[in-house]
């Protein structure tokens, strides 16, 4: 099983998850001509991927995916409830916009539940709810020959649940969006964007990363890939240092070799084998 954060950040998110002959992109939050580009980048043709999973409906997930679509063939896993926000009238999404989503999609949907398992050709998708401000967010963990990788994003603190599905993965994407006190410094941001961001549903802190890693986290994995970094309220090499820290801090009988990396908003990471 081999997985690439293909970009992550505020401005759009897409992973391409591999196992087998079964190639999975989860989210598409850039442009369509930006995903297919970073695709062939990675040496993915988009006309061969298997299936589009959308965790939910904000655009830095779902924007890029109509336009998408008209080079694919595959079909979207998307949830009831994030089909239905995601067809709906909302602020800054174009006037035609909704009816245009709603005939691409048509015919072409899979309809998941953010709590039912479901698999996708080689790999078994197990869902699990996570809280943020949208209809219907999940995580989930993939599963292919007995190896598990864990992709969550977008989700405002670190519930029992969430907790529990992480254990005995042997990799996790996972959302390291901003350093509180760089988001509470930011000048740029209304402050009710910040009580937003700050909130329960709202988006995974550098120092939520710290305290999970030192006193929850089960020490298993070999990858942890830090994703959907803000460019204006956290700095990557503070959020890498800040989780390897919080890493370091485990006592000694907690020690891991777990190995944290970045993800960046315009260019792929590495492969990740597993
Ligand atoms: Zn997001
Ligand atoms: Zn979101």
């Not at 081999?2 to 087998?20: E, P, Y």
């Not at 390291?176 to 988001?183: A, I, P, Q, T, V």
């Not at 941001?189 to 089960?218: F, M």
Request: glycine letters at 8%.
């Amino acid at each position: 099983m081999k997985f690439t954060v293909l970009g992550s950040g505020s401005s759009g998110n897409a992973v391409l998850i591999c196992a087998g002959q079964t190639r999975v992109l989860v989210d598409a939050g850039m442009s369509a001509k930006e995903i297919v580009r970073r695709l062939a980048l990675v040496g993915c043709d988009a006309a061969t991927l298997d299936g589009v999973i959308i965790t939910h409906e904000h655009g830095d997930h779902a924007g890029g995916l109509r336009v998408l679509l008209k080079t694919l063939s595959c079909p979207v896993y998307i949830s009831g409830e994030t089909r239905e926000a995601y067809i709906g009238d909302r602020e800054g999404v174009a006037r035609d916009e909704p009816r245009k989503r709603d005939d691409v999609l048509r015919d072409r949907t899979e309809e998941i539940s953010s709590s039912h398992d479901f698999r996708i050709g080689e790999i078994d998708f197990h869902p699990f709810t996570i809280p943020h401000d949208a209809a219907d967010n999940f995580g989930f963990t993939a599963r292919h020959e007995g190896v598990c990788v864990a992709t969550l994003m977008d989700f405002g603190h670190i519930t029992t649940l969430v907790n529990e599905r992480l254990r005995g993965c042997a990799a996790i994407i996972i959302e390291s969006n901003h350093s509180r006190d760089m988001l509470k410094a930011c000048s740029v941001y209304p402050w009710e964007l910040k009580q937003r961001i700050l909130s329960r549903t709202g988006h995974l802190s550098n120092e939520d990363v710290a305290v999970w890693l030192r006193d929850e986290y089960d020490g298993g994995a070999e990858h942890i890939v830090l994703a959907h970094l803000s460019q204006r309220a956290n700095n990557p090499y503070v959020a890498k240092l800040s989780a390897e820290v919080a890493l370091q801090e485990r006592g000694s009988l907690f020690s891991t070799d777990t190995k944290i990396t970045l993800s960046f908003p315009k260019e792929p990471t590495p492969w990740i084998e597993l």
